[in-house]
């Protein structure tokens, strides 16, 4: 917890313990949102999107609806 009482999440390395660690949860996600640059010819414009752990679908108990699942 930082000074202003938000959390400044943690490295990937630290996520991985976490994960590996914690016998409390059944599953633990990682996610941030992030910029993305999408477009054509005539430019990109600026999204902002997530960008998640590979379990991220199957823990939530989803399927993406599209694109590819990593699992």
């Known amino acids: 917890v930082n000074d202003t009482g938000g959390y400044p999440g943690m490295s990937w390395p630290e996520y991985r313990d976490l ?5 409390t949860f059944q599953d633990v996600v990682a996610f941030r949102m992030a910029p993305f640059n999408v477009g054509d010819d005539d430019g990109p414009e600026r999204r902002f999107g997530q960008l998640v752990s590979a379990n ?9 609806a599209a694109g590819q699942d990593w699992r």
């Not at 991220?56 to 993406?64: E, K, M, R, V, Y």
């Open 56 to 64: 991220f679908f199957s823990a939530l108990g989803l399927t993406p």
């Open 19 to 23: 994960r590996e660690s914690l016998t």
